[in-house]
């Protein structure tokens, strides 16, 4: 079993930065994919970016290319999100997930993720 706790959300100005953490603690954690997802109000859950155990492969969505970067630690079981030039679409809850699975084309796919944590409020005025 593995437990996923999310932090660093909060309200930040159009063109303002914050940086989500997720820690991880259970078994054999540091191996496992781990993805973010977003959740508006009224809309369907969403792949944002995912990043390999080692950290040497990474995935985003097109909408955050270029401004959000996936990072982890695994000294200290914890993947990062660093979201930069924020905008108010990116206004959403944000979950962290863990995949046991290994690193391919199901990364971004929902379904393939088998742990997640409560989600992180992420809201961006204009």
């Known amino acids: 079993q593995v437990q996923l706790v999310e932090s660093g959300g909060g309200l930040v100005q159009a063109g303002g930065s914050l940086r989500l953490s997720c820690a991880a603690s259970?078994?054999?954690?540091?191996?496992?994919?781990m993805g973010w997802f977003r959740q508006a109000p009224g809309k369907e859950r969403e792949f944002v970016a995912a990043?390999?155990?080692?950290?040497?492969?990474?995935a985003y969505a097109d909408s955050v290319k270029g401004r959000f970067t996936i990072s982890r630690d695994n000294t200290q079981n914890t993947v990062y999100l660093q979201m930069n030039s924020l905008k108010p679409e990116d206004t959403a809850v944000y979950y962290c997930?863990?995949?046991?699975?290994?690193?391919?084309?199901?990364?971004?796919?929902?379904?393939?993720?088998?742990?997640w944590g409560q989600g992180t409020q992420v809201t961006v005025s204009s």
């Open positions: 990043i390999s155990w080692s950290g040497g492969s990474t």
């Open positions: 259970g078994r054999a954690s540091s191996t496992y994919t």
């Open positions: 997930a863990a995949q046991t699975g290994g690193w391919g084309p199901s990364a971004a796919a929902e379904y393939e993720y088998d742990y």
